[in-house]
């Protein structure tokens, strides 16, 4: 009996030990987490030392421990230990990351984030700020511009890079290769009616721009936004802002683009004489119409069809043993059956264009120079017309731009632009008045007729 009461005194004093243990334990974990927290206070500004009001402020990885600024811009926050990171944030400001260590006072000024405050878009004669624009304006870059490879006009590379602007191409012809534009559609009965379009404020040809000097492409659609232009920008307006300096070491770029063409597809043509026994047969379908007989006159002789198969261009005139003349290479001349596609038409041809440009700058003196050439091959063959010149089309161009930036005060800024482009196209000379379209029908009813 006795020992089963110092069992049972021995049980209780070990529980009593046990819980005693526990209770210290907790004790000193919490005391040891007391002493491991830190408390950190400060300030937090912008750059024109106000206080920001509502900024946040968490620790790095531990989004649900943090607080915000009061009206004074003032903050408190226990951190779980010096070796903690607090991150400074504010709406349209770049945060700021600061380590605690044995700081206890922690003072932090936020910058300006540029590049969402600062965006802008042209407009008019200025800028403006991206948010406050009203008017429909789309804007894109000389970036995404430069992905269409192998295009060297500006016009052309727009297609399929902003909404609600239409071109359409309807000539390859070197030098002419820029498309109509049209802004929410033709706005005028003359489907020549283009937008305006100007080049840091000036107005030029879209086609004497390169693309690699292009910065940004802002297209003003509305009445809202082209008012400013008047009756020039009926049928909208675009505004092409080149590149310029930034402060910073000579940056220089070169580029070296190559583009081979080919035709895409030409219409199946028959030689000549598959033409005239089509037409035989044609005619032979016709006779049994109401004057179908009229057309009898048009009928050729199968010996004469004969005439435009098997000809020889280098065979001396022939005669037979009985000395009858059965033909020579004048026969050629007389009966012409010429694959005029196969004489008009190269199976490719090279377009090029190369571009250098320099920029860098200090504080007060930004600079961006570019040179850029482009040659347009053509794909029609150049046949000699022992006449002195060289027929076809080509299409050369050199552009030179040179954008200078002074600051000269604080608040004085003087800026230069200056640009030059020399473009040589060569293409049939048109006389007479006429506009050279009765020339060009000519020219490619080869490629297209019979």
Do not use: C
């Not at 107005?203 to 659609?221: F, G, N, Y």
């Not at 057309?295 to 000395?323: C, E, H, L, M």
């Not at 050629?332 to 196969?342: G, I, S």
């Not at 347009?376 to 954008?403: A, H």
């Amino acid at each position: 009996m006795s020992q089963k009461l110092s069992k049972s005194k021995d049980l209780r004093q070990r529980i009593r030990q046990t819980i005693s243990a526990i209770v210290m334990l907790l004790a000193f974990s919490t005391m040891l987490h007391a002493q491991n927290d830190v408390v950190v206070k400060g300030v937090v500004t912008d750059n024109a030392a106000d206080p920001l009001i509502g900024a946040t402020v968490v620790v790095k990885g531990q989004t649900t421990l943090g607080t915000v600024t009061d009206i004074d811009g003032n903050f408190e926050l226990k951190v779980p230990s010096e070796q903690s990171v607090l991150v400074f944030s504010y709406v349209g400001m770049t945060s700021k990351e600061v380590r605690v260590g044995r700081q206890r006072v922690i003072n932090v000024s936020l910058e300006d984030d540029t590049q969402q405050v600062e965006e802008v878009v042209v407009v008019g004669f200025g800028q403006q700020k991206k948010v406050s624009v009203v008017g429909a304006i789309t804007q894109t870059t000389g970036q995404v511009l430069e992905r269409a490879a192998g295009i060297g006009s500006v016009g052309a590379a727009l297609t399929g890079n902003l909404p609600g602007v239409t071109t359409i191409a309807s000539s390859g012809q070197p030098g002419e290769e820029d498309p109509r534009i049209y802004i929410r559609g033709a706005a005028a009965w003359n489907q020549d009616a283009q937008p305006l379009i100007l080049v840091d404020g000036v107005k030029r040809d879209i086609k004497s721009v390169d693309i690699t000097s292009v910065a940004t492409v802002s297209v003003l659609k509305d009445a809202s936004a082209t008012a400013v232009y008047g009756v020039e920008g009926a049928n909208g307006v675009i505004l092409i802002t080149t590149k310029r300096g930034v402060e910073g070491k000579a940056r220089i770029d070169v580029g070296y683009n190559a583009t081979m063409k080919a035709v895409s597809k030409l219409p199946r043509k028959y030689d000549s004489y598959d033409g005239y026994m089509f037409r035989n047969q044609a005619i032979e379908h016709e006779l049994a119409l109401e004057n179908g007989a009229a057309s009898w006159s048009y009928y050729r002789p199968q010996t004469f069809i004969n005439n435009f198969r098997n000809q020889d261009y280098t065979v001396k005139p022939n005669y037979d043993a009985a000395g009858n003349y059965l033909g020579d290479y004048s026969q050629v001349e007389r009966y012409p059956n010429v694959d005029w596609q196969e004489e008009m038409f190269k199976d490719f041809a090279f377009s090029y264009n190369t571009n250098l440009n320099f920029s860098g700058g200090t504080e007060y003196v930004k600079y961006f120079v570019a040179f850029d050439f482009q040659n347009e091959g053509d794909m029609t063959r150049i046949w000699d017309n022992n006449q002195g010149y060289t027929g076809g089309y080509t299409y050369n161009r050199l552009n030179v731009r040179s954008n200078l930036d002074f600051q000269i005060t604080k608040t004085t800024q003087f800026k230069v632009n200056l640009a030059g482009s020399n473009a040589q196209q060569k293409a049939p000379r048109y006389y007479w008045g006429n506009d050279g379209m009765f020339f060009q029908q000519q020219h490619w009813s080869g490629a297209y007729g019979m």
